[in-house]
């Protein structure tokens, strides 16, 4: 880790003391091996994150939060001369008040899993809801199937090519690609973020059925045509979640909807920081790596 100087604050922002952050396997992974294409605010060196939790050490003038609230961050611009891409893992942050999200106490490290959540939901939304195939038992595509569940729209099929994944299916059945022979798929969620999956998907479509990609793609996507004029098939891109989907994620899990235990994997001192980036896109038992930066100080 390296000390960062902090942009001088702003009317409105509040300073967070960061208690955990997670790694996202999709675009943190993409930047860890130098394949993150061309984005907004790209390039090095960065302050990545999205999927941090902390505490509020300082308030904003506009008195949205106590010190002392547990909030949600879903990206911040805290610091100069480093790009702040997507900005939020570090120990403490300076955040305009309306980016952050109160969260309750109980969640604690799990709020972490938010920004998936509501990424998770925002797929679901894009898709239309009718969905019975989930490719991908990472976090997001478990998390794709539990919204399901929670919304009453019916438990999906779960795929999942590692068999070290493929437990942890709570109300749904979760299987190797190869042991399904079904193709009449209504409705599919690609959540693993393979860039060959348009194929493999189309060839399980019913007529008029529609694919959703969900995950972050480090190739360019193509198809076979033939195959989708057969099926009239749909293609639709899902993408960044809203503050909308935020609320409702936090709406399920306060009425016990959704639940978002079980799913951090591994939890590691953000000292450690190397090696918990290893094992996050390393590992593949390793479904979420959160760092703790509790003892960063």
Known sequence: MKPLQMRPREDGSCIVDVLYSGISTGTERLLWDGRMPEFPGMGYPLVPGYESVGRIAKGGAAGRFREGDLVFVPGAKSFVDVR??????????????????????????????????????????????????????????????????????GAPVVWEANPLRRSGGDGYAVIAPEADDRREYRSIIDASGDPGILDKAIGRLGRSGVVTLAGFYSEPLSFAFAPAFMREATIRVAAEFTSANIDAILTMVDAGDLSLAGLISHTAPAADCAAAYETAFRDAACTKMVLDWRNAA
């Open 84 to 153: 702040n891409l997507f900005g939020a893992t570090a120990s403490r942050l300076d955040v305009d008040s309306r980016r952050l999200v109160k969260v309750p106490d109980h969640l604690g490290e799990h709020a972490t899993l938010i920004s998936l959540a509501a990424t998770a939901y925002h797929a679901v939304y894009v898709a239309g809801g009718n969905v019975d195939l989930v490719i991908g038992h990472g976090v997001l595509g478990r998390l794709i199937a539990r919204i399901l569940l929670a919304m009453g729209l």
